[in-house]
């Protein structure tokens, strides 16, 4: 594995992180809203 394809594991990685923590961010506001 090369080290290129490696950070591009990461980058994937940390943006389906960040995604998810999004999603939850936004299922609380509707949740206290609703």
Do not use: E, H, P, Y
Request: glycine share 2%.
């Amino acid at each position: 594995m090369s080290v290129n394809q490696l950070a591009k594991d990461i980058n994937v990685s940390s943006f389906t992180i960040r995604q998810l923590i999004n999603k939850k961010r936004r299922f609380k506001t509707q949740f206290r809203c609703g």
